[in-house]
């Protein structure tokens, strides 16, 4: 009895029952495996929130008339570091099963997580399937990052005690993350020591050593985020040249990170100059593919647009596409998550049938006079209220006096 209540007050976290974790190691000193983060995973989302905390603590749900606004730009929210972020949070609370993938989750278990999510923002009601869709395409990243970042951190730790980890797993049970249940992080962990799962996980190492493509320098940051902060940068849409540097080339040969060092206002003659950049030698890039893919899309776009620089449009969604050798599963190389990449660089689709969401300023606006109509109908009530306060004293005086 002393033993298991020692395993609780070592490794249990939040919402853990009895801690049957420990197999005889010292779980106290190891037990945080999960605040060593991994530097090489890479998502769309602009914040992590596994390996910050320890035990979770989800931010507290807010009062229903403070509910932030929230919609979609470009397939990601509005507040998309905030939104992920509480997203990751839930779902670390509310972790109740030993889940190995997204598709194991129930639909009751979905639903309750959404409306989770929901007690944090507030949006139009016809924007109920959007909202639904890109929650539940980040939640299937923290959902993946969550349990890989688990797994890796917690072999970490053990090789970090003096334990060899070779093919049995079992090894790692000691150093399960603070946030979930003991359980159901050894119902996992035997999960993962199956011959099923290594071959499959096997598989699926090799297959990604086998792309190519889809490298990046932007760690957790989307290419969306990349391009609203360069936008409110610069005052202007962003090129593709100054986001595709930005995002393909390795740090320290970037021509815009020297923006960061400049007063506001200075250093935006460098990208008034990016025909000077050499392309070709002045910047490190991740890949062959990435270097040559804008070098080209450079070229023939300046072949295209023969009659001067000035007719020449920020970006040619057709010329990219031929450039990369078309879509591959419905995704085009360096717009993964973009369903429009026209709209995303120009703020008009591609083509006259596509539909877009509105504008950010535009959804800003709307927003803003909605807000400003709440108030007046506050006011007016408000007014009203007091109106009924002083007949019913003006009454109670007259009764008064009788």
Not at 47 to 69: F, M
Not at 146 to 151: T, V, W
Not at 212 to 220: I, Y
Not at 329 to 341: A, I, T
């Amino acid at each position: 009895m002393a033993r298991g209540s020692t395993a609780v007050n070592r490794g249990g976290g939040r919402g853990s029952g009895p801690d049957d974790c420990n197999i005889g190691n010292d779980v106290h000193s190891h037990s945080n495996a999960h605040e060593t983060p991994l530097h090489d995973e890479s998502s769309d989302d602009d914040e992590s929130i596994v390996g910050r905390r320890g035990s979770v603590a989800p931010t507290p749900l807010p009062q229903p008339r403070n509910r932030d606004w929230i919609w979609i730009i470009h397939g990601q929210f509005s507040n998309q570091g905030k939104a992920t972020r509480i997203i990751g949070e839930n779902l670390q609370a509310m972790w109740t099963h030993p889940w190995l993938s997204w598709k194991e989750v129930s639909k009751e278990d979905r639903d309750r997580l959404f409306q989770r999510f929901k007690g944090y923002y507030q949006w139009e009601e016809e924007w109920d399937d959007q909202i639904r869709s890109c929650w539940e395409k980040f939640i299937k990243r923290k959902f993946k990052d969550s349990l890989n970042r688990a797994r890796e951190n917690a072999k970490t730790a053990a090789v970090k005690a003096g334990v060899e980890v070779g093919e049995d797993l079992s090894v790692i049970t000691p150093y399960k993350p603070q946030w979930m249940r003991c359980e159901i992080w050894e119902s996992l962990v035997q999960k993962w020591n199956t011959p099923a799962w290594k071959a499959k996980s096997a598989t699926n190492t090799t297959n990604r050593g086998k792309s190519n493509e889809g490298k990046h320098t932007l760690g957790s940051q989307s290419y969306v985020t990349l391009k609203l902060k360069l936008d409110d940068y610069f005052g202007r849409p962003a090129t593709l040249d100054e986001i595709w540097m930005q995002s393909h080339g390795k740090k320290g040969t970037r021509p815009l990170d020297r923006l960061s060092s400049h007063k506001e206002g200075e250093g935006l003659e460098l990208t008034d100059d990016l025909e000077e950049i050499d392309l070709e030698n002045d910047v490190v890039w991740v890949d062959p593919k990435a270097k040559n893919s804008i070098i080209s899309y450079k070229e023939q776009v300046k072949q295209k647009y023969t009659d001067g620089s000035n007719k020449r449009p920020i970006f040619d969604v057709h010329t990219w596409t031929e450039v990369v050798g078309g879509k591959k599963k419905g995704r085009l190389y360096g717009f993964n998550d973009v369903s429009d990449p026209s709209v995303m660089m120009t703020g008009k689709p591609s083509t006259p049938s596509t539909s877009t969401l509105p504008t950010r300023n535009e959804e800003v606006q709307r927003l803003n006079e909605k807000i400003a109509q709440l108030e007046q109908e506050k006011e007016a009530e408000r007014v009203e209220k007091e109106k009924e306060r002083a007949e019913k004293v003006t009454m109670m005086e007259k009764d008064r006096r009788k």
